[in-house]
């Protein structure tokens, strides 16, 4: 005998949301690396010392599934070719996890973000309605968070 909870209806849905598509599956995880950097005290030469330099961060790769006639990547395919033409193709874009209530937890502001690749797969061979799964990966300048 199984008792239904309202916490264990939201279970299976994608706690988060983002200003670049209301098609995304899977947003991958933000790495960052701060390099060690050789500092001097200046008194003794022998002593190595290091300090931490500028945070390093990596690409970020967006997942997304979109149905034929849907047209929601219209924009991430326009940006994506303005990034391979050699414009100036930043963009900031924002991320909100939420919990299983719904309510908002935490924010990251991914800024001056630039299209390193984009590819899609069409899901369905059959000639009718189908799915397309899309896979656009970003190299992130900054990340913020609220």
């Known amino acids: 005998m199984a008792l239904n909870k309202a916490a264990d209806e939201h279970v299976f849905v994608n706690n988060f949301t983002c200003d670049l ?14 390099p060690k950097i050789p500092a001097s005290t200046g008194l003794d030469v022998k002593e190595r010392t290091y300090r931490p330099g500028r945070p390093v961060f990596g690409n970020i790769t967006f997942e997304g599934a979109e149905h034929k006639g849907a047209d929601g990547t ?7 070719k303005l990034g391979y033409d050699g414009k100036d ?5 924002s991320i909100t996890v939420k919990n299983q209530k719904g309510d908002d937890v935490r924010t990251f502001d991914l800024e001056s973000c ?3 690749s984009y590819s899609s797969i069409d899901l369905g061979s059959q000639g009718g309605p189908s799915t397309m799964h899309w896979v ?3 190299r992130v300048q900054q990340v913020k968070m609220k």
């Open 21 to 34: 598509s209301k098609d995304l599956v899977k947003i991958s995880a933000i790495t960052m690396r701060i």
């Open 114 to 116: 630039l299209p390193v």
């Open 136 to 138: 656009l990966e970003v």
């Open 74 to 80: 219209k924009k991430i395919r326009d940006w994506v």
């Open 89 to 93: 193709a930043r963009k900031n874009i």
